[in-house]
């Protein structure tokens, strides 16, 4: 079983920033893709960014040019550093990481993005 657990989320005003953190640990094999999503009252989960391995990543084109996604494979962490935040940006963030090809998902951090 892997565990995942997210931190970093908060308050913070418009053209402000946060960075997230995704750390996985337990009965790890070999974890290739990880990822944020992110979900809105009222809306569905979506992809945020994700990354390989290999550091390959992919982002949503509404976070592209404020959003940064890293990964450190030695320590089994993700992050997700988000810059020039939006009221629209609010929402719960997940981190999903894939072991072995099954999907683990953290419960979530919040992020406000309020005046």
């Known amino acids: 079983q892997v565990h995942v657990v997210e931190s970093g989320g908060g308050l913070v005003q418009p053209g402000g920033s946060l960075r997230l953190s995704c750390a996985a640990s337990g009965s790890i094999f070999s974890i290739n893709d990880m990822g944020w999503y992110r979900q809105a009252p009222g809306k569905e989960r979506e992809l945020v960014a994700d990354?390989?391995?290999?550091?390959?990543?992919n982002y949503a084109d509404s976070v592209k040019g404020r959003f940064t996604i890293s990964r450190d494979n030695a320590k089994n962490t993700l992050y997700l550093q988000m810059n020039s935040l939006k009221p629209e940006d609010t929402a719960v963030y997940y981190c999903?990481?894939?072991?072995?090809?099954?999907?683990?998902w953290g419960q979530g951090t919040q992020v406000t993005v309020s005046s």
């Open positions: 999903k990481v894939e072991d072995w090809g099954l999907p683990y």
């Open positions: 990354i390989t391995s290999g550091g390959r990543s």
